[in-house]
Each structure stands twice: as C-alpha cells, then as structure tokens.
C-alpha cells in the first residue's frame, strides 16, 4: 500500500447495536482527506447486516463521486463467498470493479440474503418502499398490521431523507428479515447534513445545543426542520411502533447517538457520522400496529 | 346563493392504487380537490379500495385542505375504514396544535 494511502478495514460484524465500531472504522474515508490511494480491507468482513450495508454503500457512494478512488486505489473484497457477493451487489460497487482484488474475484458462492438501494427522488423511495416492504414479508412472518406498520415506517424515514439531508446523493436504505426468532431490521443512511443542522433551520429550534439534544428533539412529535411542509411524524411514529414492539430503534448523527424502544440510551459516538443513520429491530410475534400508534398519540393530543 | 354542479366523485383507489403514500401525491389530489370546488363543485372522495395511508399523505390531504370545503360538506370523505379515520383525526388534530 503507498506510504500515503487511507486506509479503512472492516473486520468481523457490525449489528445494528455497533454501528458505532462500523463508523470508527470508516473514518478515515469519511474524513475526506484529500487522497486518491484509498485502500478498503473488506477481507475480513463476515457478515453484512442492513446497518453495514447502508453505512458502506453510503461512504464509498460519496468517495466515487468526489473522485477518491485513484490507479492505485484498492478494494479487498471478503473472503467469504456469501458476503462477497452481498458486497459487490451494493448500490455503487459495480464502478469499482477495476479496483476490486482479493479473495474470490468474479462470481462463486451464494448472493447475499437482502438488497440495499440507492434512492435520490420520491418515485424511487415509493418503490423501494414497496420492495423492502413485499422483500421482508416473504422473507419473514409479517401479518398485516404489521406489514402496513412496516411500509409507513418505510415511507416516512425514507421521505426524511429527501425532505431533510439536503443532499443530491440521496440515501441508502436495506431490510432483512429472520423466521428464527421471527424478527426484522431495516437500516437507512445518507451523508447529507445531519439532524441538527437540520433542525436548526427551523428558528423554533435555533437554540439546540448539541447532536444529542438535536436526536432527542427530532423523536418528538411534531419536531420538524419545515413545518409548513412537514409535521414531524417518521420518527415520532416509528419510535411508538418500536417502544410497543419492545423492539429497538437507534438514531446515529454527528457525535450523538440515540436508542429507543426496549433500550432507551444516548450514547456518545467514537467517531462522527456526517449524516443520518436510522436503523430499527422488530420482533414480527409482537404487536407492530402502527394503527395503535395513530390512537395513542391522537389520545396525548386531545 | 351560489348553486352547486353536481357531484363529481373522485375514486382514490382507481386513480392512485390501494396504498397512498407520498406527501407530493397526497398535495396533488387536494389541488384537484380544491380546484374542483373553486369551479362549485361537490366532491366525493371514495377511499373503497384504499388499504392504507401514510401519515405523510394524509397530512397533505386531510389537514392541509381548507376546512370549510369539508365543514360545509362541498367535499365529502367516504368509505374511510377504522383505520384510516384515527388517521385523518390524529393529522387533523396534530396540524390544528402546531
């Protein structure tokens, strides 16, 4: 590797609980020095949760488009065949074949368990919607209520993106299901300008002091950076979803980290997240009624 | 006394499939709503078919039209399932706090 090379190593897993590790990992990509000899040790990457796969189709989307992968520029795929190919079907991955060494090369093993999307306008984020949603009801055992509550989760985090990250690369969203124990998560990234800056352009929430006071705002209903277009439901609704669910919800921004649902925690984070990492965990033999969200909240209202 | 055309019926499912969802798709059928009565008029906004509403959409629709077209009954909401209905009155009732 060149003397003056960046290099990023992904080694093990990153569930949704350490997306934290998996930023610290990447940062020297996100710290977008200024070089073309960037490294990306994948070889040691053992499983690719929804989370990772966000947070990595994310970072190298942004990479690409500033022109940082050079001639000498590398990408060690995993050595597992199963992730290899899950890692090479990422949204952005396809341009980086020339750069692509390592164990495996072309093809051999298995695809991966989950597709990850790349998303820059409404129409996609319907479809994707749509996909995620049908994807994790064949996927595992989702009733209806449940899989309503799913698309409306869907819908409305991947609006947010578009709504609020202020940025022409879109977001990356992912969903994977389980029949044992019958769960799901879903993960969604961008690397727009984070959740307090975001708020903060509404004068209401000038004041917000921090990344943490800023996650803990925008759970809130009714917490929006536009309130003349929008009325802070997504997270507000999912959050409802996931604390009924006992399921967990976890919110990453800046230095900030937020979980809710059956772990209610703010956590610092080691390394900062230029954008917005939602990512969620629900059991699909629990309730996950978003119907029962609406009443709850409506009855806090009145 | 202004006289009303008559009813127009608008089929949300025919027009827009059984999942709405969208804030843009949700505005453009409350401008063709609100459009319709600028020009007298009556609306019938059937959601038979409609399996589910995001709140996004339903902001757009049930709390950003003006109220007086629904007060009035010059715009009429029908076949709204349970579901759907707590979710115009939640909308409602957030968009009237904020």
Redesign the interface.
């Known amino acids: 590797m060149p003397a003056d090379a960046v290099e990023a190593r992904l080694s093990g897993a990153y569930p949704l609980e350490e997306v934290d590790a998996l930023v610290v990992d990447l940062a020297p990509l996100l710290d977008l020095i200024d070089s073309p000899k960037i490294q990306l040790d994948l070889r040691d990457l053992e499983i690719l949760h929804p989370s990772t796969a966000v947070v990595l189709a994310a970072v190298v989307a942004e990479c690409a488009a500033a022109g940082r992968f050079g001639p000498t520029s590398e990408v060690l795929l995993p050595r597992k065949a199963a992730v290899r190919n899950a890692v090479r079907r990422l949204p952005g991955f396809d341009q980086l074949a020339p750069f692509f060494s390592g164990a495996g090369g072309l093809g051999g093993g298995p695809a991966g368990g989950f597709a990850c999307h790349h998303f820059t306008s ?1 129409v996609a ?2 479809v994707i ?2 996909e995620l949603t049908a994807a994790l009801e064949a996927s595992c055992e989702v009733d209806e209520p449940a899989s ?1 509550a799913i ?2 989760c869907l ?2 985090l991947l ?1 947010n993106v578009l ?1 609020h990250a202020d940025t022409a690369m879109g977001g990356f969203a992912a969903a994977r299901g389980w029949r044992k124990p019958p769960r799901f998560e879903v993960a969604i990234a961008d690397l727009g300008i984070g959740v307090r800056r975001s708020l903060t352009k509404n004068p209401e929430y000038a004041s917000v002091a921090d990344d943490m006071a800023a996650l803990a705002k925008a759970v809130q ?2 917490v929006t950076s536009t ?1 003349d ?3 802070g ?2 997270l507000a ?1 999912t959050r409802g979803l996931l604390d009924r669910n006992h399921g967990l919800l976890v919110i990453k921004s800046g230095w900030a980290e937020l979980w809710l649902g059956s772990e209610e925690e703010a956590v610092g984070a080691d390394a900062p997240f230029p954008g917005t990492f939602v990512g969620l965990r629900a059991r699909t033999n629990r309730p996950f009624n978003v ?1 029962e969200v ?2 709850s ?2 009855g806090e ?2 | 006394m202004t006289r009303r055309a008559c009813a127009r019926v608008i089929a949300v499912a025919d027009q827009l499939g059984p ?1 709405l ?4 798709a949700g505005a453009l059928l409350r401008e063709q709503i609100e459009e319709l009565a600028r020009q007298q008029v009556e609306v019938v906004v059937d959601f038979s078919g409609v ?2 509403a ?3 959409f339903a ?1 757009e629709l049930f ?1 950003k039209i003006d109220s007086s077209l629904v007060d009035t009954g010059q715009v009429q909401f029908t076949h709204l399932d ?2 759907l209905s ?2 115009r ?3 409602v ?3 009237t ?2």
Do not use: K
């Open positions: 409404e984020a319907r919607g749509r309503n698309r409306t819908d409305e609006d709504h209903l009714g309130p277009r929008n009325s439901y997504g609704v119907t609406y009443r909240l409506l209202l009145e | 999942i969802s969208g804030r843009s399996e589910l995001t709140p996004g902001d709390a349970a579901e707590v979710l009155d939640f909308v009732v957030q968009r706090r904020a």
